[in-house]
Structures are given as C-alpha cells and as structure tokens.
C-alpha cells in the first residue's frame, strides 16, 4: 500500500501542493488529473521519492520512502518521467537492461534477459532491439522508456508504477496500449499512479480518479463519480457533455466546441476587401 498523509511542497512562499492526503491498493490504477499548474508532476515527483515534501509523509508498504535503501526501492517502486534524456548512443536493447540494474551486480541472468524479450514484445518495440535510441522519433523513445520502467518491476508484484503523462508522444493505437498493459499489471497486484491529460483514457481504464487543482486535491473516486459536466468544468473550466458507454457503463466526456469571431480579439486584422468586379483582357 502506498500512503500519502498531508503532503505539502513549497517553493520560496509559493505552495504547489497543500494538504493532500490519499491511500492506493495493490491491484488499483489511479489516475491524476488537473489543468497545468495543478502539482501533478511535483505529486509524482514526491511519491516516487525524486522530491521531498516540505512537510507530510508518503509510506511504501508502511515504511518512509527516505528509509529505503537506493537498491531496495528501486525494485520496488519505478516511474516513467515526462522527459527522459539519453544522449549517448545505447542500443534500444541495453537502454532496456537499465531497467534491471537493480536486480544484477555484474552481468544480466536469464530473468532479466527474459524480462527485456518480453517487455519489448508487449510495448512492440522488439523490430528496434538493435537500432541506436538516439535515431528513434519521439514516439519511439517514449515506448522503449515505459518498457525500460516496466522491466525494473516485471518480476516484482505489488510494485509501484508511477507514470507522468506516459501517452503525450503517442498516437491513439500505442495511448491505449500503454494504458492496457499498466491496467494488465494492476489487474495482477500491482499499484499504478497515471498523470493524464487525456480525460478519456482515464475514463476507460483508471479504478479511481484523483483531481487536482490549484495544488489541492479537490476530487477523489471512480470515473462515474468524478466525471461530471460541474466537476469538469471546475477544474479545467471547459464546458463538456458526459455519456455513458452503454456496452462498459463508462463516462464517455464530450467537450463543447468553441466559436471565436477573430474580429473580436485582433486588432491589427483587416479584412481585405475583395473585387468581384471580372476583369477582361
């Protein structure tokens, strides 16, 4: 179980997260969501022991995140960051290895070698094993880093995945796979935070969602719960529509289109007039 208790993180006298209290399972896949500004990358940040709170607590299985040794939470906690740099040339294959530092001192044995097959295949990125990382699209990269995290933890169930804003370099076949296979690896015990700005995704597959705004935590339950046109609206100040899949019984949310006149916040354009008059030669 992962426990947060009144987590506060201040920068000079600024808060950018105030008071925020909250438990996950094994077995659960949160999913974080808020408007920038709204502290997740900072909350994740925290929970994975990357930042300190100012004041508050975070627990790993009742133990203080600063108590674990280096090695021992590795395996037991790992996160996929927004931004990952690699400036070196590893192959796709041994930036995946990485992921199982933790668990050799010398050299890879056949799990670990096991766990890299495997975490390749399911994030289909197994075509690129030989390829330099450094001449992937940006699409790629991120792939090879989500398989990269999940083999730290393959073999280690109720582990905390964390994950900020895993799908922003995807396009819509590899958003929901990535969001697959992290529901496939709570399904199995494992505990899984999301940041999201996708909030579709974590209609579909989040157990729970967390809303932030204004680096409070201002909403905390299921999908159906949570997603309704007033709190939407609340926390990201756009108008939505909120169906119900009838096949899944999941909220489904629709933003309202908006119409902009450019007549009415640009000064500077003016319309040139057209002649309509036919010109002969």
Same mark, same amino acid.
């Given at each position: 179980?992962?426990?947060?208790?009144?987590?506060?993180?201040?920068?000079?006298?600024?808060?950018?997260?105030? %008071? &925020?209290?909250?438990? @996950?399972?094994?077995? +659960?896949?949160?999913? /974080?969501? $808020?408007?920038?500004?709204?502290?997740?990358?900072?909350?994740?940040?925290?929970?994975?022991?990357?930042?300190?709170?100012?004041?508050?607590?975070?627990?790993?299985?009742?133990?203080?995140?600063?108590?674990?040794?280096?090695?021992?939470?590795?395996?037991?906690?790992?996160?996929?960051?927004?931004?990952?740099?690699?400036?070196?040339?590893?192959?796709?294959?041994?930036?995946?290895?990485?992921?199982?530092?933790?668990?050799?001192?010398?050299?890879? %044995? &056949?799990?670990?070698? @096991?766990?890299?097959? +495997?975490?390749?295949? /399911?994030? $289909?990125?197994?075509?690129?094993?030989?390829?330099?990382?450094?001449?992937?699209?940006?699409?790629?990269?991120?792939?090879?880093?989500?398989?990269?995290?999940?083999?730290?933890?393959?073999?280690?169930?109720?582990?905390?995945?964390?994950?900020?804003?895993?799908?922003?370099?995807?396009?819509?076949?590899?958003?929901?796979?990535?969001?697959?296979?992290?529901?496939?690896?709570?399904?199995?015990?494992?505990?899984?935070?999301?940041?999201?700005?996708?909030?579709?995704?974590?209609?579909?597959?989040?157990?729970?969602?967390?809303?932030?705004? $204004?680096?409070?935590?201002?909403?905390?339950?299921?999908?159906?719960?949570?997603?309704?046109?007033?709190?939407?609206?609340?926390?990201?100040?756009?108008?939505?529509?909120?169906?119900?899949?009838?096949?899944?019984?999941?909220?489904?949310?629709?933003?309202?289109?908006?119409?902009?006149?450019?007549?009415?916040?640009?000064?500077?354009?003016?319309?040139?007039?057209?002649?309509?008059?036919?010109?002969?030669?």
């Amino acid at each position: 179980m992962l426990t947060a208790t009144a987590l506060n993180y201040k920068v000079g006298k600024h808060y950018l997260l105030r %008071d &925020i209290s909250f438990q @996950i399972r094994p077995g +659960e896949l949160l999913a /974080v969501l $808020g408007a920038n500004g709204a502290g997740k990358s900072t909350l994740i940040n925290i929970l994975s022991g990357e930042k300190k709170p100012t004041s508050g607590k975070v627990l790993l299985f009742d133990k203080e995140l600063s108590s674990y040794l280096p090695q021992e939470l590795a395996k037991k906690r790992t996160i996929l960051q927004q931004h990952n740099s690699v400036h070196l040339n590893f192959s796709v294959n041994e930036v995946l290895l990485m992921g199982r530092y933790p668990h050799f001192r010398f050299r890879p %044995d &056949i799990k670990d070698l @096991i766990a890299v097959e +495997e975490a390749m295949e /399911v994030c $289909g990125i197994s075509h690129l094993v030989d390829r330099s990382y450094l001449s992937l699209s940006g699409g790629e990269q991120q792939r090879v880093q989500y398989a990269r995290v999940l083999c730290q933890i393959w073999d280690q169930p109720e582990s905390l995945l964390l994950m900020d804003e895993p799908v922003a370099a995807l396009d819509p076949q590899y958003q929901q796979q990535t969001m697959a296979i992290a529901r496939a690896f709570s399904q199995r015990g494992y505990m899984v935070i999301a940041v999201l700005h996708e909030i579709n995704l974590a209609a579909q597959y989040a157990d729970r969602i967390l809303m932030l705004k $204004g680096g409070r935590k201002w909403l905390d339950g299921t999908p159906v719960e949570v997603l309704t046109p007033s709190h939407i609206y609340t926390i990201f100040s756009t108008e939505v529509d909120v169906m119900v899949n009838k096949r899944t019984l999941q909220p489904i949310v629709i933003p309202k289109q908006i119409n902009l006149d450019i007549n009415r916040f640009n000064s500077l354009f003016y319309p040139v007039a057209i002649d309509h008059t036919e010109v002969t030669t």
